[in-house]
């Protein structure tokens, strides 16, 4: 089964657009949790816009040693700032069960591309191996066809996670065949260097379901944005619940 991890950023979003604590984070994890998700994804950024340290750190309280696995998202070329003591000081305190490295600039709304590993190796293998010592998976953010797969195993990664933007796009425009099969290709290419698959960004119930029936061996799934969006119309629990339905049925019957 593909696990489910959700994404609550955009619940420290809305939090931050108006001060104090609501809607909480906590309470949407623990909401998350109960309705069967496998997982909680958060990406603190050096602006802190949504997520910040404080969340992390109790965020980690709540998952410490249970079976729900803590995924801290972040770039981690990004030097501390104020509050925000940097990804690898985060996540020396949080020890989450998996790190995900992603090459985001700070004026970048969200993820939208993944590692040059070929200009970035030298710099990410130390770090790798830095947040390993720590005994955290680590996962890199790639793009589906880069030509960089093989050395994401050789940078030490033990993931990639399949940036699913382009997929989703072209899911919504109707002709998405060929993103898909660049997706399982690239799929098929880290599971011959030993890689684990995750994907996310995008993902919604919508292009899920073909998505897992169709890209080989995907363990997990970071799901935020379409969720916490679809949450609004039908209830956080309901919604976890039916993303976790189509994870556990590789998405049914379309």
């Known amino acids: 089964m593909t696990v489910l991890s959700v994404n609550i950023n955009k619940i420290a979003a809305l939090r931050n657009s108006r001060g104090g604590d609501m809607p909480s984070v906590m309470a949407?994890?623990?909401?998350?949790?109960?309705?069967?998700?496998?997982?909680i994804t958060v990406h603190p950024r050096p602006d802190q816009r949504h997520i910040r340290p404080g969340d992390v750190r109790e965020l980690a309280g709540l998952l410490a040693g249970g079976p729900i696995e803590f995924n801290i998202e972040?770039?981690?070329?990004?030097?501390?700032?104020?509050?925000?003591?940097?990804?690898?000081?985060?996540?020396?305190?949080?020890?989450?069960?998996?790190?995900?490295l992603v090459p985001d600039a700070d004026g970048q709304i969200t993820s939208d591309h993944g590692f040059d590993l070929r200009a970035d190796f030298s710099r990410l293998r130390p770090?790798?191996?830095?947040?390993?010592?720590?005994?955290?998976?680590?996962?890199?953010?790639?793009?589906?066809?880069?030509?960089?797969?093989?050395l994401a195993a050789e940078v030490g990664a033990d993931r990639i996670e399949l940036y699913t933007g382009p997929y989703a796009d072209a899911f919504a425009a109707g002709d998405y065949s060929r993103e898909l099969e660049q997706c399982a290709e690239t799929a098929r290419r880290a599971s011959a260097v030993g890689l684990g698959i995750n994907a996310g960004?995008?993902?919604?119930?919508?292009?899920l379901g073909v998505f897992l029936r169709t890209v080989p061996d995907v363990a997990e799934v970071s799901i935020g944005h379409a969720l916490i969006g679809e949450a609004l119309y039908a209830g956080l629990d309901a919604t976890v619940r039916a993303y976790v339905a189509i994870c556990s049925a590789k998405g049914g019957q379309q």
Do not use: W
Not at 28 to 39: D, H, P, Q, R
Not at 84 to 97: D, F, I, N, R, S
């Open 28 to 39: 949407a994890a623990k909401a998350s949790i109960a309705a069967g998700c496998g997982g």
């Open 74 to 100: 972040g770039n981690p070329f990004a030097p501390a700032r104020d509050e925000y003591p940097g990804l690898v000081a985060l996540c020396t305190e949080a020890k989450p069960a998996q790190v995900t």
């Open 127 to 150: 770090l790798v191996a830095q947040l390993k010592s720590l005994n955290c998976r680590v996962s890199l953010f790639m793009d589906a066809g880069s030509p960089d797969i093989e």
């Open 201 to 207: 960004h995008d993902l919604s119930q919508a292009n």
